[in-house]
């Protein structure tokens, strides 16, 4: 036997809240002691450690490491911390071996734990890095990133950012690797190490290798239609559209250079693809929006329900709810969009109180001063802030929407914006004027938020033609028709899912590409 195939090591994992000790402290450890002949069942040591006194764990690190409030409240000194990982290194015996995957991120935040702890940054163990073995084993892999090497490994796919799971991740990977070093003839961590040392004889591909067969890919059909990338548990990690579905599915495929690595690290876990064939491209659009819904795959980021809301306000437009009733009629809109940005400045003109994006210098005096710029430029003096009147404050920007595109066309406003803001027209303008063109802007863009939301409810209920097929689609509250089959059709209110529906309906109206009946 081997010392590689038959010495336990240590695999650890450490969550931060930055990418080095100067920017960021220590969050959890995680490790494991495995046997190269048996890894599992894999027995995980999970620990989340007190954060310094005055530091706060920002709210994005929270949510991409799934840290609960009940862990944080059972975190632990990190001196104690330090105590068990020293009590588990002693379990390896002498000339611990401890692999990380990236260590070099480890590395930083151990040394400086150690540093902490005994007044020094040398390790009393010898640590590999299993990412930078795998990139001299399999260079022409997409990516190495532990995502990527546990799904190229036949792992079942783990979405979750947890320190568990990367461990677990990272056990398998190791595992994996050791027969591959055996085959090269390295048996020991003395050889290993030396051969991490010389200079790597590999070039950069000029094609990476996958797990699909070219041949497979290229008998894929050119139909519209939604594709699946399957990891070899066959969980779906992406799903996507098409307008050839060939075409699309084997541009993920091509080239080396200027690749997304999120992607890459995605293409490196994939074994199978699954495609769906459509009539159109917008029945391919529709499906997606449902099946991303449905599968929730870890690689989207668009059209994914999440945390994702819509809200629907009373008649007078000062409170919202979440759910649409005799009440909570106006909707739907987004939680934070255009409508509620211009109801946020009335309130903050009424109350004097100054908003979270208003410019440098920005007082209660000068946005007032705007204000009255703006009404006097719109010839709306009688005008009165408050959110009593917030109707006819919404009435006035659909007129104000209504004369910029009699100037400049339907649905060009953002278009224009973006070509104005090149210009540098507003920078020898007062703070008082530039906020009066602010606040115009917002008036406009509200109004279009508002125009969409009515524009969706008549889509709602609705008969439509797609003109390239002349086929025709009906609509039962928010639903398709063929869809309901035989069952009874419920209202069970308008939803995420309707909106998302919807609003890829209403992109195809304004196109051209639909047609209501």
Same mark, same amino acid.
Request: overall charge positive; glycine content about 4%; hydrophobic content about 40%.
């Given at each position: 036997?081997?010392?590689? =195939?038959?010495?336990?090591?240590?695999?650890?994992?450490?969550?931060?809240?930055?990418?080095?000790?100067?920017?960021? #402290?220590?969050?959890?450890?995680?490790?494991?002691?495995?046997?190269?002949?048996?890894?599992?069942?894999?027995?995980?040591?999970?620990?989340?450690?007190?954060? $310094?006194?005055?530091?706060?764990? $920002?709210?994005?690190?929270?949510?991409?490491?799934?840290?609960?409030?009940?862990?944080?409240?059972?975190?632990?000194?990190?001196?104690?911390?330090?105590?068990?990982?020293?009590?588990?290194?002693?379990?390896?015996? $002498?000339?611990?071996?401890?692999?990380?995957?990236?260590?070099?991120?480890?590395?930083?935040?151990?040394?400086?734990?150690?540093?902490?702890?005994?007044?020094?940054?040398?390790?009393? #163990?010898?640590?590999?890095? =299993?990412?930078?073995?795998?990139?001299?084993?399999? +260079?022409?892999? +997409?990516?190495?990133?532990?995502?990527?090497?546990?799904?190229?490994?036949?792992? $079942?796919?783990?979405?979750?950012?947890?320190?568990?799971?990367?461990?677990?991740?990272?056990?398998?990977?190791?595992?994996?690797?050791?027969?591959?070093?055996?085959?090269?003839?390295?048996?020991?961590?003395?050889?290993?190490?030396?051969?991490?040392?010389?200079?790597?004889?590999?070039?950069?591909?000029?094609?990476?290798?996958?797990?699909?067969? !070219?041949?497979? !890919?290229?008998?894929?059909?050119?139909?519209?239609?939604?594709?699946?990338?399957?990891?070899?548990?066959?969980?779906?990690?992406?799903?996507?559209?098409?307008?050839?579905?060939?075409?699309?599915?084997?541009?993920?495929? !091509?080239?080396?250079?200027?690749?997304?690595?999120?992607?890459?690290?995605?293409?490196?876990?994939?074994?199978?693809?699954?495609?769906?064939?459509?009539? %159109?491209?917008?029945?391919?659009?529709?499906?997606?929006?449902?099946?991303?819904?449905?599968?929730?795959?870890?690689?989207?980021?668009?059209?994914?329900?999440?945390?994702?809301?819509?809200?629907?306000?009373?008649?007078?437009?000062?409170?919202?709810?979440?759910?649409?009733?005799? %009440?909570?009629?106006?909707?739907?809109?987004?939680?934070?969009?255009?409508?509620?940005?211009?109801? @946020? *400045?009335?309130?903050?003109?009424? %109350?004097?109180?100054?908003?979270?994006?208003? @410019?440098?210098?920005?007082?209660?005096?000068?946005?007032?001063?705007?204000?009255?710029?703006?009404?006097?430029?719109?010839? *709306?003096?009688?005008?009165?802030?408050?959110?009593?009147?917030?109707?006819?404050? *919404? #009435?006035?920007?659909?007129?104000?929407?209504?004369?910029?595109?009699?100037?400049?066309?339907?649905?060009?406003?953002?278009?224009?914006?973006?070509?104005?803001?090149?210009?540098?027209?507003?920078?020898?303008?007062? *703070?008082?004027?530039?906020?009066?063109?602010?606040?115009?802007?917002?008036?406009?863009?509200?109004?279009?938020?508002?125009?969409?939301?009515?524009?969706?409810?008549?889509?709602?209920?609705?008969?439509?033609?797609?003109?390239?097929?002349?086929?025709?689609?009906?609509?039962?509250?928010? @639903?398709?028709?063929?869809?309901?089959?035989? !069952?009874?059709?419920?209202?069970?209110?308008?939803?995420?899912?309707?909106?998302?529906?919807?609003?890829?309906?209403?992109?195809?109206?304004?196109?051209?590409?639909?047609?209501?009946?």
């Amino acid at each position: 036997m081997h010392e590689l =195939s038959q010495k336990k090591v240590l695999i650890i994992d450490c969550q931060t809240t930055g990418m080095h000790p100067s920017n960021g #402290f220590l969050l959890q450890l995680g490790w494991s002691i495995i046997n190269p002949q048996k890894i599992h069942p894999l027995k995980i040591e999970k620990w989340t450690l007190k954060i $310094p006194e005055h530091e706060q764990i $920002p709210a994005k690190i929270r949510r991409l490491l799934q840290i609960t409030d009940e862990e944080l409240s059972q975190s632990i000194e990190p001196s104690s911390v330090f105590g068990k990982l020293q009590s588990t290194l002693k379990k390896l015996g $002498p000339e611990p071996i401890v692999i990380a995957h990236y260590a070099q991120f480890e590395s930083s935040f151990l040394k400086q734990f150690y540093k902490e702890h005994l007044g020094t940054d040398q390790f009393n #163990f010898e640590l590999f890095c =299993s990412q930078k073995i795998a990139k001299r084993l399999f +260079p022409n892999l +997409p990516s190495h990133n532990l995502k990527a090497m546990a799904g190229f490994f036949k792992m $079942p796919n783990t979405p979750k950012n947890e320190v568990s799971s990367h461990v677990a991740m990272t056990a398998t990977v190791w595992s994996e690797l050791i027969p591959v070093l055996i085959s090269q003839n390295i048996f020991s961590y003395s050889s290993l190490s030396g051969w991490l040392s010389t200079k790597s004889k590999a070039i950069k591909p000029y094609q990476f290798e996958y797990n699909i067969e !070219r041949l497979m !890919r290229l008998e894929i059909t050119t139909k519209p239609g939604v594709y699946r990338m399957l990891a070899k548990d066959k969980s779906i990690l992406y799903v996507g559209k098409a307008t050839s579905l060939k075409s699309r599915v084997n541009s993920y495929f !091509r080239g080396v250079k200027n690749r997304d690595r999120r992607k890459l690290e995605m293409l490196a876990q994939v074994w199978d693809i699954e495609t769906i064939e459509c009539e %159109t491209p917008l029945e391919a659009a529709l499906l997606e929006s449902d099946e991303i819904k449905k599968w929730n795959p870890p690689y989207n980021v668009l059209l994914k329900a999440g945390n994702r809301k819509i809200i629907f306000y009373n008649y007078e437009f000062t409170q919202f709810s979440e759910n649409k009733d005799a %009440t909570f009629f106006n909707g739907p809109f987004k939680p934070y969009d255009e409508l509620m940005i211009l109801l @946020e *400045l009335i309130e903050a003109i009424e %109350t004097k109180k100054l908003l979270t994006y208003s @410019e440098e210098g920005m007082t209660a005096d000068v946005m007032s001063a705007a204000w009255n710029i703006f009404r006097s430029t719109y010839e *709306l003096e009688s005008l009165k802030i408050d959110r009593t009147n917030l109707r006819n404050i *919404l #009435f006035i920007a659909y007129k104000m929407l209504q004369g910029f595109e009699k100037i400049h066309g339907k649905g060009g406003f953002q278009k224009w914006w973006v070509h104005e803001k090149k210009k540098n027209l507003e920078d020898e303008l007062s *703070l008082e004027q530039k906020f009066a063109n602010k606040i115009a802007r917002i008036f406009i863009r509200a109004a279009e938020t508002k125009r969409k939301s009515r524009q969706l409810n008549l889509l709602y209920n609705s008969s439509i033609m797609i003109y390239s097929t002349q086929k025709k689609i009906t609509l039962i509250n928010g @639903e398709f028709e063929d869809h309901l089959n035989s !069952r009874p059709i419920k209202n069970n209110g308008f939803n995420l899912h309707h909106y998302d529906r919807l609003s890829l309906l209403l992109s195809a109206k304004i196109k051209k590409v639909i047609v209501s009946e």
